[in-house]
């Protein structure tokens, strides 16, 4: 009688996942959008969130003012207000290089907390720039923080 080694499972291929390869990936990669819904790409990084976010079939609205966005003082900009079963989901893509800086960072905080106590909103999710160095990446990173739509 020979041993029998247990049969690794069957992981389902990225294909039938509904998920993009990885050439196809780089394709995706290399035609980033410049605009997004008519307004203009502010980050590299936002452009892979926002071709993650529709891989995964999440429709969402890009920059959403609240409190006035830019035109009032204390104004909030999403970055991406993700419509999640339920509440929208506000994610914010936060740069290191900007949003470490301790005034920054306070003023980020106290966004956030504001953005927390609007009833019809679930808790904001940050995403730093380092999570979303690849199309490859920010897809990992948006189905562990979001699932897929």
Avoid: C
Wanted: zero cysteines; hydrophobic letters at 40%.
């Amino acid at each position: 009688m020979s041993y029998r080694f247990p049969e690794k499972k069957k992981r389902e291929s990225a294909k039938q996942e509904g998920l993009p390869n990885i050439l196809e990936t780089r394709a995706l990669e290399e035609n980033l959008p410049t605009v997004i819904q008519g307004k203009p790409v502010q980050s590299l990084e936002e452009a892979r969130i926002a071709v993650g976010l529709q891989v995964l079939a999440w429709r969402f609205i890009y920059q959403e003012a609240f409190y006035g966005g830019t035109t009032r003082p204390g104004g909030i900009v999403v970055d991406f207000l993700v419509l999640t079963p339920g509440p929208a989901t506000p994610l914010l893509m936060q740069s290191r290089y900007w949003h470490t800086i301790r005034d920054r960072r306070a003023k980020d905080i106290y966004q956030i907390s504001r953005l927390m106590s609007i009833p019809n909103l679930a808790n904001p999710i940050e995403i730093w720039d380092f999570e979303v160095q690849s199309l490859e990446q920010t897809i990992r990173v948006l189905m562990n923080r979001l699932g897929s739509g």
